[in-house]
């Protein structure tokens, strides 16, 4: 009964029309002025997601993947959009329903700024 219960209680949540933001901020490293992206990935402040850069050809591609079975359940399947602290980034992404998400953006100093500090707002 009390799995019937949490089952219930966690298809309501993900449900919620409440948005989630998740916060990302990246500090720089010992010895470095500015912060960069790690190219082993990070995850949001929260451990929701882990954020997982690629390069290719002048393009930033940021794979986004549900961390946990919590994660899915509040994920998977829905909306999304990236906001930068700084303004530069407001961008619309999906979540597919095994919880991952491919953001791609271009490649210069002033994208991979902004990406050291925003939130991911699902609708």
């Not at 449900?15 to 901020?25: E, G, M």
């Amino acid at each position: 009964m009390m799995n019937t219960a949490l089952a219930t209680e966690d298809a309501r949540d993900a449900q919620s029309p409440v948005a989630l933001r998740l916060h990302v901020r990246l500090l720089a490293a010992a010895g470095q002025a500015e912060p960069c992206l790690p190219h082993e990935g990070w995850v949001d402040q929260s451990r929701l997601i882990k954020l997982t850069p690629s390069f290719a050809q002048g393009e930033l591609h940021i794979a986004i993947q549900a961390q946990g079975y919590e994660a899915l359940q509040r994920l998977a399947g829905r909306e999304a959009r990236l906001i930068s602290a700084n303004g530069l980034l407001d961008e619309a992404l999906g979540f597919d329903l095994a919880g991952s998400a491919l953001l791609v953006l271009r490649d210069d100093v002033y994208v991979q700024h902004a990406l050291t500090n925003f939130q991911i707002v699902i609708a």
